[in-house]
């Protein structure tokens, strides 16, 4: 059996743990008529703007907003989010 892990080394393990953020650019509200005719030529329209703010999610939580960017260099034409607010959830512990 293996020794048991002190407390600050479970966390230095966790902080290694991958996580998926979600970015949502909005939302899309067509009549069940015009998804049964879409093809992938289909352009369906948002409720947002291309410099409104998007929402960053961890599962059901929204943890900040920011704004897409595209990124410049190697990696030009990359979509990618600038954090411009964190959102607060108060005590997580509580």
Do not use: F
Not at 24 to 44: F, N, Q, W, Y
Not at 58 to 83: F, N, P, S, T
């Amino acid at each position: 059996m293996s020794e048991p892990k002190s407390p600050n080394a479970r966390a230095a393990a966790l902080h290694s743990v991958p996580i998926e953020i979600r970015v949502c650019v909005g939302k899309a509200r067509p009549r069940l008529s015009d998804m049964l005719s879409m093809d992938p030529e289909t352009i369906l329209p948002l409720d947002s703007r291309i410099d409104d703010k998007v929402s960053l999610w961890v599962g059901d939580k929204m943890i900040a907003e920011g704004e897409l960017v595209e990124l410049d260099g190697d990696r030009a034409g990359q979509l990618a989010v600038r954090i411009v607010d964190l959102v607060d959830h108060g005590d997580a512990a509580a």
